[in-house]
Nanobody, 113 residues
């Protein structure tokens, strides 16, 4: 059974940075796509960034130029978030696709002064 565990969330001031990590366990396969989504309180979950097996990336317009998605050879997924804004406050979840789609539990990111 594949499990995804996120970490790295927390409280940060506007303009600050955080680096999220998502570590998979229970799978030796390369995921076709891995991505980050976020859900703010009272809002629907929204796409943040994705990376495919070849390393191609895609970003939501709201985070382009500020966030960077990456992964390593162990399939760990990362999201470097710079120039954070209060509207980035949300629970961030990672997802991975390999035959079926898997989701992590999420990590809270709060941007506030």
């Amino acid at each position: 059974q594949v499990q995804l565990m996120e970490s790295g969330g927390g409280l940060v001031q506007p303009g600050g940075s955080l680096r999220l990590a998502c570590v998979p366990s229970g799978s030796r396969f390369v995921f076709k796509v891995m991505a980050w989504y976020r859900q703010a309180l009272g809002k629907e979950r929204e796409f943040v960034a994705r990376i495919d097996a070849g390393g191609s990336t895609d970003y939501a317009d709201s985070v382009k130029g500020r966030f960077t998605i990456s992964k390593d050879i162990r399939n760990a997924l990362y999201l470097q978030m710079n120039s954070l804004k209060p509207e980035d406050t949300a629970v961030y979840s990672c997802t991975a696709v390999s035959g079926r789609q898997y989701w992590g539990q999420g990590t809270q990111v709060t941007v506030s002064s």
